[in-house]
């Protein structure tokens, strides 16, 4: 997903992304990861709302998200 789609997401949509991250599928936990990210920037107080969009943004640009799968 891009930051802005995860920015955007609708409660309803959280919740089936976080659903399918524990279930396993790969993609989804990278997003979830970056979900949790966003909620967290968008929940600091003393950043402007544009201030925390190019933070996610940044953050989104600078981090690789790797998710591997042990079956053990």
Known sequence: MTPKQIMAMPADARLALEARA????????ADWMLLAAWRAVSAMKNLRPRQRVRSFIGLCQNVAITVETTHG
Request: hydrophobic share 50%; charged share 40%.
């Open 22 to 29: 524990r279930a396993g599928d790969i993609e989804a936990v």
